[in-house]
């Protein structure tokens, strides 16, 4: 009988997911999991989006628009030209199933099977998912804990280039580490490209969540220095709360980009009409939604990061942005613990789900970090982090 | 500067599409343009979908599950147990995309880049995109337009099968085509691929839309026989008028394909949250809803395929189901007159949008066929059907 594709073989498990069975049985057993191991949330969607489905008035769920609707589009416009990036016209912007979809299309536009894009590790598990599916090879760059995972030195960069090197793909507010990379990190990539004549790929889905300077520097800021060679990757999952809207964009003032990424939405149709519509909206949102959303954000960050600094043993530097910190653990092997706390631990018939950070890493197989989304609120967390810190304890006997 | 990848330009353009620029330039001189070009149905949603956004209690539109809404996965295990499919456990479906992705997975999860799927000409036009997307080689195998593009004898197909072939994929009820493939035509593929020992990859997102005879012959009849070696492809698009609900499945019992798919679908997250509990609702569909829908289309089938037989020089067969039909033509390239329609002809300053058929076959540039999609009002069809009439006429001086 015929075999699955090797590829399919190949694919990795999400890192995030991966300890899924284990947590399955807990909560079969009576035992309250607090996911920490994923980014999903519990902010509620804005009223103006929820009111959408109130008062929807087609009655039928025709398809899309395969670049996105018309009237999602022109939000978008709204809301790029506020933050100044008014050089985006309508013909710049595709509409996506998420942002994971973005993603898959710019590794796919940019390169053919076998070429390479460089990215900085830790980096978000599901890249490397995307990768294996469109055959990209992912040079990872090391940075470290200590420097609060902030980019390394422009020659440590440069000396993983190769002929097959397409782009660079960086993610600020950062996903998994919390790094917020400053205006002169921006630069050097945008130096670099231009020097090497490829790709910039910037995932900035967590662009409004900076919790201790002004705004995150965006590669928009630099489109006049390589107008061709950017490609935005957004999403208004976590802008909004909108995770399962499925909503995420690829903007790119490169035409050739922008025409062959729409053949690709073309062949898969569209993303859905009543999530675009919803996320239309976003024009009324008003400015108050997204403050208080970080302000809650920045509590959360604030009281995980004084928490996790009380455990011993425990390394973390503070988190600048995202919801999102990698966590150096006493231990040897983080998975053992995570899957640990998921098995064996108990306090008050609750426990923890982690998300060891080897799958966070394609140069390592072990590692004694965790991620820790902090997508719960402060009363949830604080028992969490109880838990952890008995959890440690509990596990060194 | 770095080039796009060779991939992105060698993307075909969707042969539905293709001519939108000339109907948007129509559109734009006041011209209303009639679409017989694409497979967007006017019929309306079931109420009872509409009305769960109305009643929408939610306020966080989180992620739903990777691997589907377990409320729709409920529901789609009723609906094939329905069927008389009792075989078809949870584990054994994946929520997709739509359709679309469904057909990608189902390439990416059987080939290896370079691997090839036998497949029916004339074909629906985005299998092509798929198949380029994952770097599958579709091998053609024609059906001609006198026996109702059925199905050719066992020994043409097995003659196009090499050490690289891994799949046969067909639909039916067809798209472009409306032709429905008899038992007998199904069980040689199953008897192909039980042979040959690949896969048999089937398209039945037009199951319901028969209309002279009982049920089309699933691939889910064959079970047994194959238990192991047969891919579902599905979809709640036409089924339910639910086109932008984005609602698909990938359905196998055999577990390597679904647990590698699964992998796949956790790198993407999730479907649409809010569409899959719309689409929960299918369980409360009433019966009178599909046969209400498949009376209008047999309607609209009897009504075009008479009229079309009254308009010199076309010739056609009567489509058995779908929503589709080719048309051969008496021009020489039914492009330049789909265009000639789009960019010269009026009729009360009205025209026809039409799918040129070359675009629905791998092995031809030119062609005097072209797809009809009846998705229109039986009154808008023949307006349309006095403009293609009118519009041949014109055409020829």
Redesign the interface.
Known sequence: ?????????D????AV?KLTPYAVAAKKRGVRVYHLN?G??????PRV??NV??N?KL??????Q?SGEPELIKALLYYYHKLGFTKINSENILVT??G??AV?MSF??????G?EVLIFEPFYS?YS??AK?T?VKLISIPTSIENGFHLPDRKEIEKKITKKT??ILYCSPNNPTGAVYFRREIQMLVDIVKKH???LISDEVYREFVFDGERCTSVLDFLDQIP??IILLDSLSKRY??????IGILMSL?K??LS??T??A??????????QI?ASKLISVPASYTKNVIKEYKTRRDLIYKGLLKIPGVFCKKPEGAFYMMVSLPVKNAEDFAIFLLEKFRLNNETVMLAPGAGFYSSKVISNEVRIAYVLNTNDLKKALKIIDMGLKAYKE
Chains 1, 2 share one sequence.
């Open positions: 009988m015929q075999k699955v594709s090797q590829r399919l073989q694919l990795p498990i999400s997911r994923i999903d949330p519990d902010i509620k969607t989006m929820l489905l109130k929807f009655e039928t769920i025709r398809y899309a395969s199933v998420g994971s979809e898959v796919f536009a940019t390169c053919n099977p070429d599901n998912v995307c599916f055959g397409k782009g004549k490829f790709f061709n060679q709360s909108l995770c399962g809207g499925r490169n050739e980009i062959g990424v053949k690709i073309q062949g898969r149709l569209s993303a859905g009409l009543v999530d919803m």
